[in-house]
């Protein structure tokens, strides 16, 4: 387990009894088909004090690092794809507000995601703009009673009347800011966008902001600086992103393990046959060589050092998320393609943990350039 200490494995073990307990097939697969958050499972891992670790006490948070987080997030998604990466994602942006927002938002705030009675999302991506921050077209314009916000977001994870948004937008000639905008407020429209190939607990929204007022207050960080603020949450995102791609990985593999240790063909265990054991060899090398990213990265983290670990962290993950889950399906041959066996849904999340955050032609420029340094 990479050294992990007795406090950070007694973690790992209450996220795995609590996974087994509640985690259901055959419910995760109801929900998964029918869009559903797992509402239920939620509250109660907030109750449990799984939803915050990261957060400060004073925050109903565990005052722990992002490796505990990471830790859980593993465990989850490892039990079940979609219900962990709906609860590891039930928070998204909340870093924003944990690490630039004024004292009285996230006494507010942190609190309800960490308990489980509010979710968040990060309201970034518009119609036509990927990754070049300066082509954003939401804008904030001030008067005295505070911002007024218009414009178009996608891709956002909408997460119901309780929740709130950090909506990245201009705030002046040349500035990008984060704004923190609640979703029951006047102007503020959320459109769904319907099923994806995987991550479907999470329901996907445009945002629409029309002449949606906000107090001073409710900005994030300092005016102007919201493109590095958003670097620094993305850092952690892709960490922890990182970690649910493990977890999936390791879901995959372990039905896959199960059943060549049960299946026969030809008067002996799948397990038997050699070309069967070098498939689960090169699974398991796989998931150990992205755990060990995925974990150096959050605790380097938590040390206050960032460099090429978060990209390589979320891209390794996936990478194995996505291979192990593809040979999870070969090995179980036609029943791969069956949604009981569970490693089709696996292959669908695994395919998120690619695409979200950057796909893999947008971080390895983001590696390389922090190898080589930016050319000109």
Known sequence: MLDLNRAQKEIQKAAR???????????????????????????????????????????????LGLLETVLVTETFCRQDASIGSALALSAFGAECLLRFGPEALKQQFLPALAEGRARSGLALTEPGVQADWSALQ??????????????????????????????????????ISMILIEANRPGVAAHDLGRKV?????????????????????????????VAQLEQFLDEARILLGAVGLG????????????????????RKLAGFEAIRDKIADMAMKIEAARAIVYAAARRRDAGQAGILPSAAKMSAARAALEVADQAIQIFGGYGYMKE???????????MTELLLGGPPAVRKKIAEAVIGKLR
């Not at 697969?29 to 006490?57: C, S, T, V, Y």
């Not at 066996?341 to 395919?351: I, M, P, Q, W």
Request: glycine letters at 16%; one cysteine or more; a negative charge.
């Open 198 to 226: 995987g991550f479907n607990m999470l329901r996907t929204a445009h945002l629409d902001l029309l002449e949606v007022r906000v107090p001073f207050e409710h900005l994030l960080g300092s005016q102007g600086r919201g």
């Open 248 to 267: 999936i990985a390791a879901g995959a593999f372990d039905r896959a393990l199960a059943y060549v240790k049960e299946r026969e063909a030809f008067g």
């Open 138 to 175: 939401t804008r904030a314009a001030s008067d005295e009673g505070g911002w007024i916000v218009n414009g178009r977001k996608t891709y956002v994870f909408e997460g119901g009347p309780n929740a709130f948004y950090i909506v990245v937008c201009r705030t002046g000639p040349g500035e």
């Open 341 to 351: 066996t569970e490693v089709e849904r696996f292959y669908r999340d695994a395919k």
């Open 17 to 63: 009894d609590f996974a087994r307990g509640e985690f259901d097939k055959d419910l995760a697969l109801q929900m998964e088909a029918g869009g559903a958050f797992p509402e239920r499972i939620w509250r109660k891992a907030g109750e449990l004090g799984f939803l915050g670790l990261h957060f400060p006490e004073q925050y109903s948070g565990g005052g």
